[in-house]
């Protein structure tokens, strides 16, 4: 909050431009997370109805998750390049247009093509490098929490869709589904084009908590793409970067590839109705909103690294205990683990964008953006290795393991960090 005198020399408390940039952020989040809700949703419909497989419509979830993930650092320099609201506009006009077209397919290519390409590219320009963006300028105090808060619009997404779309799904038809998630889309591009500001300046104020007269970074005048390459050669010759990267692989993983491609399906093989699994991911939405906010007031005041090993070593020990709690109806222990997993889903990001603010300084939001795309190939090896599990054994099991063992060591890999000193 800010002070702010009139004329008549009464003093009311304003609110800081800041904040009404981070609504916008976070519902321009929220509605491109609809699509991130879909995949679960429309396996076995599009498998029921077309005779792909399960592998198939993986390939095509795994396609979105790497240009999701690759797409990042490029979008965070052409941010610097062209601004925020032109790439965040343009990326969800990309969602609608992929999610809505969906509906004319009749080939696993097309799949291929909207789902994994265009929502991929529209989905990876304006995810958590976007939310990194936002408060690297806008906001000097409250960076963590602010974090947390834009991290969490995600969950929300999921929380308000998934229901939504899995009784849409089952109802009129998984059709129905994709154009609700369009249109969802497309009605958030007026906020984004009317109300986003790229810089404090642009409208005569500056980030909350800077000193008055600070200096704006001006916009880099170099090649988006050559300044995301040229700061990855950089980072990637540190020790930091690698460990980063390999525990967020890790992540991505053991969440938006296993947990949020194949709940849904691994629940139904055990009889549990399709949208009662959705509304347990939907749990998980609730619960992650509460723990991502909460890790990123955390991350204001504790070492991240220690942050990040807690939080994957108790991932871990929870996917390890996930196959034996699967049943036909939602058994207490099932709902403990929903809570428990749901209060870590995304935890991660607020500790890890602060490590990449902490040891990159100016280029953290970019680096960010690789670590963030080495997030979304652990995701698609994943959603790909446990489709693929489940086509050849016939169950999940090993992929629920594998992925527990995997968490445990990015825990050790997070606390061998260690403090590095800016660039």
Same mark, same amino acid.
């Given at each position: 909050?800010?002070?702010?005198?009139?004329?008549?020399?009464?003093?009311?408390?304003?609110?800081?431009?800041?904040?009404?940039?981070?609504?916008?952020?976070?519902?321009?989040?929220?509605?491109?997370?609809?699509?991130?809700?879909?995949?679960?949703?429309?396996?076995?419909?599009?498998?029921?109805?077309?005779?792909?497989?399960?592998?198939?419509?993986?390939?095509?979830?795994?396609?979105?998750?790497?240009?999701?993930?690759?797409?990042?650092?490029?979008?965070?320099?052409?941010?610097?390049?062209?601004?925020?609201?032109?790439?965040?506009?343009?990326?969800?006009?990309?969602?609608?247009?992929?999610?809505?077209?969906?509906?004319?397919?009749?080939?696993?290519?097309?799949?291929?093509?909207?789902?994994?390409?265009?929502?991929?590219?529209?989905?990876?320009?304006?995810?958590?490098?976007?939310?990194?963006?936002?408060?690297?300028?806008?906001?000097?105090?409250?960076?963590?929490?602010?974090?947390?808060?834009?991290?969490?619009?995600?969950?929300?997404?999921?929380?308000?869709?998934? %229901? $939504?779309? =899995?009784? #849409?799904?089952?109802?009129? *038809?998984?059709?129905?589904?994709?154009?609700? &998630? @369009?249109?969802?889309? /497309?009605?958030?591009?007026?906020?984004?084009?009317?109300?986003?500001?790229?810089?404090?300046?642009?409208?005569?104020?500056?980030?909350?908590?800077?000193?008055?007269?600070?200096?704006?970074?001006?916009?880099?005048?170099?090649?988006?793409?050559?300044?995301?390459?040229?700061?990855?050669?950089?980072?990637?010759?540190?020790?930091?970067?690698?460990?980063?990267?390999?525990?967020?692989?890790?992540?991505?993983?053991?969440?938006?590839?296993?947990?949020?491609?194949?709940?849904?399906?691994?629940?139904?093989?055990?009889?549990?109705?399709? %949208? $009662?699994? =959705?509304? #347990?991911?939907?749990?998980? *939405?609730?619960?992650?909103?509460?723990?991502? &906010? @909460?890790?990123?007031? /955390?991350?204001?005041?504790?070492?991240?690294?220690?942050?990040?090993?807690?939080?994957?070593?108790?991932?871990?020990?929870?996917?390890?205990?996930?196959?034996?709690?699967?049943?036909?109806?939602?058994?207490?222990?099932?709902?403990?683990?929903?809570?428990?997993?749901?209060?870590?889903?995304?935890?991660?990001?607020?500790?890890?964008?602060?490590?990449?603010?902490?040891?990159?300084?100016?280029?953290?939001?970019?680096?960010?953006?690789?670590?963030?795309?080495?997030?979304?190939?652990?995701?698609?090896?994943?959603?790909?290795?446990?489709?693929?599990?489940?086509?050849?054994?016939?169950?999940?099991?090993?992929?629920?393991?594998?992925?527990?063992?995997?968490?445990?060591?990015?825990?050790?890999?997070?606390?061998?960090?260690?403090?590095?000193?800016?660039?």
């Amino acid at each position: 909050m800010t002070l702010s005198t009139s004329p008549g020399a009464t003093t009311r408390r304003r609110l800081h431009r800041a904040w009404f940039v981070a609504a916008v952020a976070f519902v321009a989040i929220l509605g491109a997370a609809g699509f991130r809700a879909t995949p679960g949703v429309l396996i076995t419909p599009l498998r029921e109805e077309f005779g792909w497989s399960t592998g198939t419509i993986s390939l095509a979830v795994s396609i979105n998750l790497v240009l999701y993930g690759l797409t990042a650092p490029f979008a965070a320099a052409l941010m610097d390049r062209f601004g925020m609201r032109r790439v965040v506009a343009i990326a969800l006009l990309l969602i609608a247009v992929g999610s809505g077209f969906t509906v004319m397919m009749t080939a696993s290519w097309q799949l291929l093509l909207l789902w994994g390409v265009f929502v991929g590219l529209g989905t990876g320009s304006m995810a958590l490098v976007f939310a990194a963006t936002v408060v690297d300028r806008w906001f000097v105090r409250h960076r963590g929490l602010v974090t947390g808060i834009l991290t969490a619009a995600g969950a929300t997404g999921q929380l308000i869709f998934l %229901p $939504v779309l =899995a009784h #849409l799904a089952q109802g009129p *038809g998984w059709r129905v589904a994709s154009l609700a &998630v @369009a249109g969802s889309a /497309l009605a958030v591009v007026p906020f984004v084009w009317w109300l986003l500001r790229d810089h404090p300046e642009d409208v005569g104020t500056t980030a909350l908590g800077a000193e008055p007269g600070a200096v704006r970074t001006e916009p880099s005048k170099v090649n988006a793409a050559v300044r995301a390459v040229t700061v990855l050669a950089r980072a990637a010759r540190t020790r930091p970067f690698w460990l980063l990267a390999g525990g967020f692989a890790i992540c991505g993983m053991s969440t938006n590839g296993l947990v949020g491609t194949h709940f849904i399906p691994a629940a139904h093989d055990h009889g549990m109705a399709e %949208p $009662v699994a =959705a509304s #347990l991911l939907a749990v998980i *939405g609730i619960f992650d909103i509460v723990g991502t &906010v @909460a890790s990123g007031w /955390l991350s204001d005041k504790m070492d991240p690294k220690v942050l990040l090993g807690v939080y994957y070593g108790l991932r871990g020990l929870s996917l390890m205990v996930l196959p034996s709690l699967f049943a036909a109806t939602t058994e207490p222990s099932m709902l403990i683990f929903i809570v428990f997993y749901g209060l870590d889903w995304v935890a991660t990001v607020p500790p890890t964008v602060a490590l990449c603010r902490r040891i990159y300084g100016a280029d953290g939001a970019v680096v960010f953006g690789w670590v963030f795309g080495s997030h979304q190939i652990g995701a698609a090896f994943a959603a790909v290795g446990a489709g693929l599990t489940r086509d050849h054994l016939g169950a999940y099991d090993l992929a629920w393991y594998g992925a527990g063992a995997l968490c445990l060591l990015a825990a050790g890999m997070s606390l061998a960090i260690g403090h590095a000193k800016k660039q």
